[in-house]
């Protein structure tokens, strides 16, 4: 396998986690290159006593640029991934954090899928069932019909790479039957009813996200976003609530104590960091977007995520689904 | 005051709930008529012990009914409801359950207040700050900007109602800057800048919504429809694998012991009964709807808050704040 290109310039913490992700990754034998300002990249692997192949990118995009900048500033690290991608020296290219700039660079340097109108973020959540992927999580934010069935349709092939079987569909909606939600539900509704290779399932509500009751959930790229956002949101206050009313009376303090390491893995099931990075479907190599916060271990876990979508063959299967698509579909 | 006319036929768990809940607000001093089929309700206060005036009403509208048959089921318990409100004789209608149809019969018989194109569904959710007001929550699915901005100005009216000094108002999008969301958000933008009445506080985004950065959010009715079932589904979940971890080793089996007591104070804060109801606003009369599944508390609840608005003028109070709009905004 050709080694994974990071971003070792992008999020909040780089290059210190970036690094320090890159070596965890490295020391579970997936080979990685770094890419990035040589003397910082290098300074931080000395720092922390590693080594790994490093690709020089002379600038790089901050949080603060815009995603547009990526035309500018053709040297930045981002740009120089995706080459890397596009010239056959990296298999994948995983970045934290600033998501418009990283599509953005995508669609410039590696360009869509044939037959992919847009491009779409996916999102992976937990569920009682295990976990549910989003699409879109907000790289479209005003969408068509015929957008919100490709997105199914690369989802399903991005959850079939991951090991699901026959992954079933849910448009989110307002109410279970066709008929019951806004003007983009109710044209997509019986597209996404003769889509091929989509196992559509109907409507599904906010509730039936966290419930699993479909493997995916496609929606528009605002809601998509807002659902993203809502749910990290309200899992960070309960989980603070919980800890409050741990420590609320003494008797609580010493239950509190005894249920800590019950509770651990709770809080690491609702932790985004676990799930890594969300894959952008539907351009012409496997890209990766982490969170801005990411720490080393959120890094580890996207290029771990990044490797098992490569070996999975992910472009291959998203190309060979959209072409499966009638052209009225495409 | 002149009573609160509760639709003793709506709901899930109707008449038994709804007669329960009555008796129990009428208990606490607030006069309640309890309207639907006189038999069923009679039996029903004799099987309670309880007493309290009925309003005859022949039929009712059942949760599968579509919400058009509020005009083809003249005598249903909702439409006799709202024509108690309408002559003077009840002073707030309350309903468990059909949304579309109260909301159907609000329109048909009390009429919107002059000046509201579409009225809207509030939502009250907890927050780190204590509560934030949701609006719309589903009346509406897909809206024009000036209709989110009179839901801004009916709903700073009906949290000044409920005791919130100078409401901020947030608008749901996906990024904090103007400009950050869809077609709908930045063309509604500029609008909330310059609405008399609005203290506007930008965009904010899903993870505010529970941190509580503004008093108010407003959305169009799909996406707030999407919050409010997600982020109760996010909370039932949630609480069940906290409930699962405390029962995961006899240790944590112990510590749970301990902390039950702690934790039931949060369950009730997340439990939507504790909200009672959704408010209505925009129309001729206080309307208020329930949880379909509502019990008696949550019954009672929703009679307290209908209470409380009616005393605070609720009706005036948006009459007033939408007429102080200019007509391009109204």
Chains 1, 2 share one sequence.
């Not at 290059?15 to 910082?40: M, N, R, S």
């Not at 035309?71 to 298999?91: D, F, T």
């Not at 279970?176 to 806004?182: P, R």
């Not at 876990?301 to 072409?323: F, M």
Request: aromatic share 4%; net charge neutral.
């Amino acid at each position: 396998m050709k080694p994974i290109a990071l971003d070792a310039m992008g999020g909040d913490y780089a290059p210190q986690e970036t690094v320090a992700g890159a070596l965890l990754a490295a020391k579970e034998g997936i080979p990685v290159v770094l890419v990035g300002q040589t003397p910082a990249v290098k300074a931080e692997l000395q720092q922390q006593g590693g080594d790994l192949p490093i690709v020089e990118a002379p600038e790089y995009i901050a949080m603060e640029d815009a995603a547009t900048d990526v035309r500018k500033k053709r040297g930045a690290s981002i740009n120089v991934c995706m080459e890397l991608v596009k010239k056959g020296e990296a298999s994948a290219v995983v970045a934290m954090g600033h998501t418009g700039a990283t599509l953005a660079s995508a669609l410039f340097n590696l360009g869509r899928v044939q037959g992919v109108e847009r491009p779409t973020l996916l999102i992976e959540m937990p569920s009682e069932k295990g976990r549910v992927y989003l699409t879109d999580g907000g790289a479209n934010v005003d969408c068509k019909p015929h957008w919100l069935v490709q997105f199914a349709v690369m989802a399903t092939a991005y959850a079939e790479a991951q090991g699901v079987k026959n992954p079933s569909v849910g448009l989110l909606s307002i109410g279970e039957e066709e008929g019951k939600g806004n003007a983009l539900t109710n044209e997509t509704y019986p597209l996404l009813k003769t889509t091929p290779g989509v196992r559509f399932h109907g409507n599904v509500e906010g509730r039936d996200i966290f419930k699993g009751t479909t493997d995916i959930v496609v929606t528009d790229g605002y809601t998509g976003n807002v659902v993203l956002k809502l749910s990290e949101g309200e899992a960070r206050t309960l989980l603070k609530w919980v800890r409050e009313a741990l420590t609320s009376s003494p008797l609580a303090r010493l239950g509190g104590l005894l249920v800590r390491g019950a509770l651990q893995g709770l809080r690491a099931k609702m932790d985004p960091a676990e799930y890594g990075a969300m894959p952008l479907l539907g351009v012409e190599g496997p890209v990766f977007i982490g969170h801005g916060s990411a720490d080393a271990r959120a890094v580890r876990n996207a290029i771990r995520k990044a490797k098992s979508v490569v070996e999975a063959g992910l472009v291959e299967r998203v190309r060979a689904s959209i072409a499966q698509l009638t052209p009225a579909e495409s």
